[in-house]
């Protein structure tokens, strides 16, 4: 039987830099319908839906015809809320995450994070990093390092520049916020000990590094623009007029 895969994007409009940010327009399309449609070309995924606790963002997403569904708007986390929405669909293995706030995610980064997760059934999580730029600060700790062995799985997170330049200056690699899980560790995800390493640099997957779960790393070649402010949004639709995708 091949493996059904559920895509989940959770879109809270609740947020201290930019609220409302799912529906913030690009060209005349809000942000996550232009997040939806890329990841509708995906190859592998077999259904796709939007998980948040608005109306207005529900509400949005069935007016251009995707599927959405509303969840507790208490979830501290975006984790929390695809556990929420995963729980209701039994009948699929493998969860992945897309973030809201992606516009441009290339279905090439979506499937080569899924192709590695089902390749390697024992690893319970995948997820994707991209090469730092010359014009990158390692330093930035809002630039999530990742450092992974020669067979891709990783070996921490950091918002420190890891490796330690102590005698050369090594490659970064740019950590990017997508995931895809085995459905049975996220489900139980929450009841996985509490992790210092996660305290400490407040990055949620090192829970399940911590507590040795298994975590794949596809490199991708370049990464499409996330928006955490309205500055990035402005980015973002200088680079779609550059693209082609508005006038």
Known sequence: MPNKILGIIPARFASSRFPGKPLALIG?????EWTYLHSKKSKLISELVVATDSDDIFNAVVSFGGKAVMTDPNHPTGTDRIIEVSSKYNEFDTIINIQSDEPGIEPELIDGVLELKLSNR???????????LESEDPKDPNKVKVVFDRNQRANYFSRSPIPNPFKNYPAYYRHLGIYAFERDFLLGYNSLPKSDWEESESLEQLRALQNGAGIGVFVAKTASLGVDSPQDLEMVVQDFKKKGLIP
Do not use: R, S
């Open 122 to 132: 024992n690893w319970q999580m995948a997820t994707a990093c991209v090469p730092f």
């Open 28 to 32: 005349h399309k809000p942000m996550v």
